[in-house]
């Protein structure tokens, strides 16, 4: 990939970019197609940016299964990201479509207040959506749609009527990456799987002590995954956020530590990686709805002493 950085801060700089029409200032449905040929190059964009791509790279292979996936792959940019293509110095021709808004446009809109819900915008590339032949149909009939409008003379409706086919689009995107956790559900129990016994190797060495307790972000990293994607698939496998999935596990180890009459609360707690005892009691006590303490004393056995014959009206037991 060229070191050269092109930066995109404006719609109708990129559809320039592109030979594409500018037909609004704050959206558009851009083919690629239309572009002169170009080298790889890295592109900042300050918009939101899907591409469609075009390229036939053959079927996509997860586990012992093949998937239809060779007809498109939908790669979502949030206004910030930087993307590119590394075509190794030679010149390509760009094919696909993408479509392009700025933050602008959605600024007062239900969309707006609820863009954040749309968590692929933070997946990295190898964490695309990959479609099926009838999947991109669709995504294409979206495309049409919106391109339609965009052309039409501009009225009281025109923005609703976009922002709205944008907000149906991203929807069935989401119904799309459902569907693709569901059909790579034997690579995402191995995930699963990697992710449990990386918690279990954090708590038994000194990690917790050296590093505090572990975030999403850092095991989404150990695990090669962007912390939305793999939020989201622990989210869909589990049916828990991944901070909840930590937190049980946190709870589950403290309750063994617990047994342990020798370890104080302060001991497990710093064991765990919290840095002031009171944030794990407060965590605990939400969680189990016992403090530490409270719940030793009700599960941990008691020592019973037998107290010495001394006399007659003296006998008896004494429980410590």
Not at 124 to 129: D, H, I
Not at 154 to 161: Q, T
Not at 291 to 315: G, Q
Request: net charge neutral.
């Amino acid at each position: 990939m060229d070191n050269m950085r092109r930066r995109f801060e404006t719609i109708s700089d990129y559809n320039a970019f592109n030979n594409n029409e500018t037909f609004h200032p704050l959206v558009s449905v851009v083919d690629l197609s239309k572009a002169s040929p170009r080298q790889g190059s890295k592109m900042y964009f300050g918009f939101y940016t899907i591409f469609l791509k075009e390229a036939k790279c053959g079927d996509l292979l997860y586990g012992c299964n093949t998937y239809d996936y060779q007809e498109g792959t939908l790669v979502f940019l949030s206004p910030g990201q930087v993307a590119g293509m590394n075509s190794n110095g030679e010149t390509y021709q760009p094919k696909g479509y993408a479509l392009v808004f700025s933050a602008d446009l959605i600024h007062g809109t239900a969309l707006g207040r609820h863009i954040q819900e749309y968590t692929f915008f933070g997946y990295q590339s190898n964490e695309a959506l990959h479609l099926s032949e009838r999947e991109r149909r669709i995504i294409l009939e979206s495309f049409s749609k919106i391109e339609y409008e965009l052309q039409h003379p501009v009225d009281k409706h025109s923005k609703r009527v976009i922002v709205s086919n944008i907000e149906l689009f991203l929807n069935y995107c989401l119904r799309f990456y459902d569907r693709q956790f569901i059909t790579r559900e034997t690579a995402h129990k191995s995930i699963l799987e990697r992710f449990e016994n990386l918690l279990n190797e954090y708590f038994q060495t000194d990690k917790s002590q050296n590093i505090g307790l572990p975030s999403v972000a850092y095991c989404a990293g150990e695990l090669n995954l962007s912390p939305g994607y793999f939020g989201d698939l622990i989210k869909k496998e589990t049916g828990k956020t991944a901070q909840e999935y930590i937190q049980a596990k946190i709870i589950d180890t403290a309750k063994e530590m617990v047994f342990d009459q020798n370890k104080s609360i302060s001991q497990i707690a710093h064991k765990l990686g919290f840095k002031y005892p009171q944030h794990f009691i407060r965590l605990f006590k939400q969680q189990v709805g016992q403090s530490p303490n409270e719940y030793r004393m009700l599960n941990c056995p008691v020592p019973i002493i037998n107290l010495p014959n001394l006399s007659t009206s003296r006998k008896g037991l004494a429980v410590i």
